[in-house]
């Protein structure tokens, strides 16, 4: 596609319930991001991919937390048993060339509110 | 812990004048600099990237980076309304993660 494309924009889910996010970067770009962003706050790297591997989950800031991007283009972002705490705006990036850093093209993001 | 830290703002200057925007960094190996600007609600997006001491310019805007000194900066020139944003420093080494600065709003007055 032209762009980043991630879905849904907006999700309320109640404390304790599942939510997943969808992110469809650029077509043919190798590299794929997810940081969380708070209001106020710089975006926080959660996890990496290159391809369909996912090379640094160090980000991600519990178990309740999965990623995954099985084909190597679309990629899927799970939060099991949210908590309030989970409540920022996700956003996914991705880049075209390996291992780069920077140069990030970013998807409308993906704001999750947990009551 | 490496840091990248900048002043939240508001940061106010008059249409037509230049706004300087700083960020300071804690981590030596860093080599990539990023401005990112983020109107509200929307997402980041590139303005600059700097690799080498010293400035570079694109149009309206210059950014400065400083190794030694651990500082990165932004100008731009002929501020518009259209620039008020907030503005994102990022920094990196060669490995891929970029560590984000918190940002620092900037609101051109007409």
């Known amino acids: 596609g032209a762009g980043v494309s991630q879905s849904p924009r907006y999700k309320v889910a109640k404390r304790g319930q599942d939510v997943a996010l969808r992110c469809d970067p650029i077509?043919?770009?190798?590299?794929l991001f997810w940081y969380q962003q708070a209001l106020g706050q710089g975006p926080e790297f959660l996890t990496y991919?290159?391809?369909?591997?996912?090379?640094?989950k160090s980000g991600l800031p519990s178990d309740r937390f999965f990623a995954e991007r099985p084909e190597g283009s679309v990629s899927t972002l799970k939060i099991q048993r949210t908590q309030q705490e989970d409540s920022a705006v996700y956003l996914c990036?991705?880049?075209?060339?390996?291992?780069?850093?920077?140069?990030?093209?970013f998807g409308e993001g993906s704001r999750l509110t947990v009551l | 812990q490496k840091e990248v830290e900048q002043n939240s703002g508001p940061l106010s200057v008059p249409e037509g004048a230049i706004a300087s925007l700083n960020c300071t960094y804690s981590d030596r190996g860093s080599q990539s600099f990023f401005w990112y600007r983020q109107y509200s609600g929307k997402s980041p997006e590139l303005i600059m990237f700097i690799y080498s001491n010293g400035d570079k310019e694109d149009g309206r805007f210059t950014a400065q980076l400083n190794k030694a000194s651990q500082y990165v900066s932004l100008l731009i020139r002929d501020s518009q309304p259209s620039d008020s944003a907030t503005y994102l420093c990022a920094g990196g080494d060669s490995n891929y993660q970029l560590i984000w600065g918190a940002g620092t709003k900037l609101i051109i007055k007409p």
């Open positions: 990036a991705s880049i075209s060339r390996q291992g780069n850093t920077g140069e990030l093209f």
């Open positions: 077509s043919g770009h190798v590299s």
């Open positions: 991919f290159q391809n369909e591997a996912q090379l640094d």
